[in-house]
């Protein structure tokens, strides 16, 4: 009798050990070839660890200062009609003039070339920043400097460097040679206005002398003239209009000193001035628009004799005040052009940091381990997959 015969014995297949290339076969393969995986991970951590130790530390510092007034100073005329009668009719440009606010000329000043150029000169960060060119130099200098004007118009300058002392002193040399600059651009624009406005004072001078002459004149020659109530309010209200006129008249001249032909605030001024002069055009011929006092008078309707003392009249109180404006604004351009006070308040100074602000040593190593741990997990998947198939061949 024979015997039974035997079922086959199945062998497992290499295939069937792969492991899967699920998150449970990358585990499995790394733990197989543990010994790669921590020498991997150990590797790059501590190469990383060594260079963060090795690259050069960086402080940070932050200055600020706070908001400026938005008034031009040195400007010359920005309140040149305050005293001026009717001033309400000139209301539009009684206020400061100009363009963009003192922050905004602020920043302009903190971000330019010449800023720039005047902080790499300073503490030689040519040589520091190991730059061949200027051009280089701004770059790296604008990469390190942030430069920023909050909603409260606060500016604040943030510098970073390898010197806790040097990040400090860079912020506040920026905030230093702005005052520097912002002080040479008033006393230039005070000087521009001083010699402008000396020139027309002595003009102005010289016509109020006139104008007093003639009236003199006048009166000795045709005896006692007087003018009845409404004349005289026409007249004074004529006056002050011209006054308002040849005041702004002076501002346009010293606005074209330093702002172009196109700038709005010249073109507005420009429009507000034939403004006043088409109401003045109205009341001298008794037009509607006329103040409530002289609505019922003009100065052709005023006698003869009259009408030319009232314009004698006129001429003095406008020479009168516009002298007297002149004056007031001249001893001002004066005063700005000779004091030396500061005109940046620093709110908060640069101070040395106390801790660096890179580089992350423990940072850079726990992300280093991480990301080296994934590589050599997915290595020692790859290098199982590997080893099966050849197995599997052979």
Do not use: W
């Not at 109401?279 to 100065?299: F, I, V």
């Amino acid at each position: 009798m024979s015997a039974p015969a035997q079922a086959p014995v199945r062998t497992a297949s290499p295939l069937s050990e792969a492991p899967s290339s699920d998150i449970h076969g990358i585990v499995r393969s790394a733990a197989r070839r543990k010994a790669l995986v921590i020498a991997i991970t150990l590797t790059v951590s501590t190469a990383t660890m060594v260079v963060s130790l090795l690259l050069p530390k960086v402080y940070r510092s932050t200055a600020a200062i706070l908001p400026p007034a938005d008034a031009r100073e040195g400007s010359g005329l920005g309140n040149l009609m305050a005293n001026v009668p009717m001033a309400q009719l000139a209301s539009p440009f009684t206020g400061s003039f100009g363009g963009p606010s003192t922050s905004d000329l602020f920043m302009g000043m903190l971000k330019s070339r010449a800023m720039a150029d005047e902080v790499i000169q300073k503490f030689d960060l040519k040589r520091r920043f190991e730059c061949k060119t200027f051009e280089a130099t701004r770059k790296r200098l604008e990469s390190d400097t942030q430069i920023k004007l909050s909603k409260e118009k606060l500016i604040t300058i943030t510098v970073d460097a390898e010197s806790p002392q040097l990040a400090a002193d860079i912020a506040n040399h920026y905030f230093a040679h702005l005052d520097k600059l912002n002080r040479t651009v008033n006393v230039t624009k005070a000087v521009q206005a001083r010699l402008f406005l000396e020139k027309r004072l002595q003009e102005t001078k010289e016509s109020l002398t006139k104008a007093e002459e003639k009236l003199r004149d006048f009166q000795a020659k045709n005896r006692a003239v007087s003018l009845d109530a409404q004349s005289k309010a026409m007249i004074d209200a004529g006056a002050s209009l011209q006054a308002q006129i040849t005041a702004s008249e002076v501002q346009l001249q010293v606005m074209k000193g330093y702002l172009s032909e196109d700038n709005p605030e010249l073109m507005r001024l420009k429009g507000t001035v034939g403004g006043l002069r088409s109401h003045l055009n109205r009341l001298e011929s008794g037009g509607s628009q006329a103040p409530t006092t002289a609505k019922r008078a003009s100065l052709d309707k005023v006698p003869a004799l009259l009408l030319d003392y009232g314009r004698l009249m006129r001429d003095l109180k406008v020479q009168e005040t516009v002298y007297l404006m002149l004056n007031s604004q001249f001893e001002q351009a004066k005063l700005t052009e000779a004091r030396d006070t500061p005109t940046v308040v620093i709110l908060d100074a640069g101070l040395p940091a106390e801790k660096k602000i890179r580089p992350f040593v423990t940072l850079n190593v726990l992300v280093a381990g991480a990301i080296s741990g994934l590589f050599a997990s997915l290595l020692a998947h790859y290098l199982e997959r590997r080893r099966l198939r050849r197995s599997t061949v052979a």
